[in-house]
């Protein structure tokens, strides 16, 4: 049961309820995350326009990006999340172990271990990295504008994470375990 009543187009606000009409109508369902968070229409609309604009101009291609909303999601302790990215992980040609593995913080592409590594510490450092970790990246072939949309995709992918931690809605995706990582300890 969440912890925030879920809305739907009928019961959210004015500035929410056509933005979920339209997730609605692109996906075909409207997911619990989105029906929790329209209880704020700012937050609604801000949260997707962030994310559709990174999608638009993005230097990763949507399997980097999917498995790093995994390491992300599996690091916040976000089951909703890691079910859900999970799902897109596979849309977005990833297997199952491929995407077990990036809940872990693993890639076997050089340039998808650097991402990960890099989302990673951004989160567990709080942007406090050394000059080390930035070099690594950047040998790895990770460029300033990447860095930069990858601490994008850690800001917005924990901001989901937090938000479902908090609301608790039920999983309305196939469900997937998170899993212990050697540095969650």
Wanted: hydrophobic share 40%.
């Amino acid at each position: 049961m969440s912890r925030v009543p879920l809305l739907c187009a009928d019961t959210a606000c004015e500035q929410a309820a056509p933005t979920l009409r339209g997730i609605h109508k692109q996906l075909g369902m409207l997911p619990n995350f989105f029906a929790g968070m329209a209880h704020h229409g700012g937050a609604l609309n801000g949260y997707l326009a962030f994310e559709q604009q990174l999608g638009k101009e993005s230097r990763l291609n949507k399997s980097q990006r999917e498995r790093l909303a995994l390491a992300i999601a599996n690091e916040n302790g976000c089951h909703y999340c890691v079910s859900g990215h999970t799902l897109a992980a596979k849309g977005a040609g990833l297997s199952d172990e491929e995407a077990r593995h990036a809940q872990m913080g693993r890639a076997t592409a050089p340039l998808d271990q650097a991402v990960l590594d890099l989302g990673l510490a951004v989160l567990r450092q709080h942007g406090h990295l050394e000059d080390a970790q930035v070099a690594a990246a950047r040998e790895a072939g990770v460029d300033d504008a990447t860095l930069v949309e990858v601490v994008a995709l850690v800001g917005l992918n924990s901001y989901s994470n937090w938000l479902n931690n908090v609301m608790q809605p039920p999983i309305d995706f196939p469900e997937v375990a998170l899993v212990e990582t050697p540095d969650q300890g």
